[in-house]
């Protein structure tokens, strides 16, 4: 077993980090804004950030899983909306075009959502699974699409859609024959653009305010017969699989969180005093430091676990739930704590831990509740 990362992925996250510094400094005003950061992304998609785990064949930087972990914590640190945001497009959407999609379906789709851009427009993906009463029962999907013609119809609801309102392309989950319950969902492509899609309302949020989540609807939407993505009945298995490498993303994002939220709160215990001496020397303190620092090193090495078996093929559904599960959960807790170091400071804006808590929340809900990923990781138990 080794524990050292390859020259490459190193100067990955190092590429990531320095872009962090940098570019990702707008984040506390963005945050109060809800404004969308379309500069970093349209420069991430530069840096082939978007398109990290495509192929280089469709304009993808062709890397691995384990570099695109260390791509997503250092975004993350700084700013988990961007996170979402490149991580939903890399693990949910490039993905599964790559891997469900026809040459024509890459040609046409992945190349700009790899890119992150095509004829110098912002472009990137969403997916649309969630709908208003089918959350965590993603089997529950009420959004129809029945063929007539040369087109596919859909009819339904989408909500909570991450990159909604932003996006070129929207994958979609619907109903091609309800009879036959998961093995009756599908998944289409669908263009921005096409007659009978509507982005619905925006919605204001807890956390990652930059991010833009929202509700979509469908209206006797036609798309063309070639939109569907793999074969009918297929999309279930398309969803479910696509959301195991995405939970390995969100986990990712989770690292960056509990790692900013330690870092910052080092940085102020090294600077503040009390009782006569700097917080870092109370005992009280330094107890919580180290079981943020040690919490967040177990979350990396179940994270990376989680990709490396990704990257080597192997199944790794339970791994990526259970990195998401523990990554989210230390997340939350980290930031908890960073708060509470801070004392008054961590309860205002300014020093950015309170964000920090509102945004790890979410890693605890979305691609898959903590309730959802014990059931992943205790089906796979059942199986064993
Ligand atoms: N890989 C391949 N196939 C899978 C699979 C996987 N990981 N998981 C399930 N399946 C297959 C099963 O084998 C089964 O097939 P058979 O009938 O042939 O045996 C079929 O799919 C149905 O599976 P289940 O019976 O396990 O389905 P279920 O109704 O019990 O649901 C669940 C299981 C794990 C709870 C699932 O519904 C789930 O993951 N729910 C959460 C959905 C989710 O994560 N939503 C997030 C929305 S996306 C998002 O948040 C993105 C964003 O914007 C950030």
């Known amino acids: 077993m080794k524990f050292a990362f390859t020259e490459e992925q190193l100067m990955i996250q190092q590429t990531a980090r320095d872009f962090a510094r940098t570019e990702i400094t707008d984040a506390i005003e963005r945050d109060e804004t809800s404004e969308f950061p379309y500069e970093i992304v349209r420069k991430l998609g530069e840096l082939g950030f978007l398109g990290m785990i495509a192929p280089v064949e469709y304009d993808g930087a062709g890397m691995d899983t ?24 890399n693990s949910l959407v490039c993905w599964a075009l790559n891997e469900y999609g026809t040459p024509e379906q890459k040609e046409k789709y992945l190349r700009p959502l790899a890119r992150g851009q095509h004829n110098g427009k912002l472009y990137i993906g969403a997916f649309c699974l969630s709908e208003p009463n089918a959350g965590s029962d993603a089997t529950a999907q009420t959004t ?17 859609i991450t990159n909604g309102t932003t996006s070129e392309l929207y994958l979609v989950f619907a109903m091609t024959d309800k009879s036959k319950g998961a093995h009756g969902i599908s998944a289409f492509l669908v263009e921005r653009n ?8 925006k919605e204001k949020k807890l956390g990652i305010r930059s991010s833009d989540t929202c509700s979509l609807g469908f209206t006797d939407c036609r798309i063309p017969l ?14 479910m699989k696509t959301l195991d490498g995405g939970r390995i993303g969100i986990a990712a994002q989770a690292l960056g969180i509990a790692a900013a939220s330690l870092e910052r709160s080092v940085k102020y215990a090294k600077e503040r005093r ?24 177990a979350a990396r090495m179940l994270t990376y676990e989680a990709a490396w078996r990704k990257d080597q093929h192997l199944p790794h559904s339970a791994q990526s739930a ?19 170091i801070h004392g008054g400071y961590g309860y205002v804006q300014e020093y950015e831990v309170e964000r920090y808590l509102r945004d790890a929340k979410i890693t605890e809900i979305y691609e898959g509740t903590s309730e959802v990923q014990r059931i992943v990781i205790a089906r796979s138990l059942l199986r064993a």
């Not at 096409?194 to 309302?201: Q, R, V």
């Not at 009390?274 to 917080?279: A, H, R, Y």
């Open 66 to 89: 384990l570099s695109y972990v260390l791509a997503m914590e250092e975004i993350s640190k700084a700013d988990a909306s961007v996170g979402v945001i490149m991580s939903v497009n």
């Open 274 to 297: 009390s009782f006569g001496k700097l917080l870092i020397d109370h005992q009280a303190i330094q107890m919580k430091l180290a079981d943020m620092a040690t919490e967040l090193e």
């Open 144 to 160: 129809t699409a029945v063929r007539d013609g040369n087109s596919w119809v859909l009819n339904g609801t989408k909500n909570w």
């Open 194 to 201: 096409t007659p009978g899609f509507e982005i619905l309302k």
């Open 226 to 239: 070639e939109n569907l993505l793999g074969a009918e009945g297929e999309g279930f298995k398309i969803a």
């Open 322 to 340: 259970i990195a998401k599960l523990y990554a989210s959960k230390i997340a939350v807790k980290a930031a908890l704590e960073a708060v509470q």
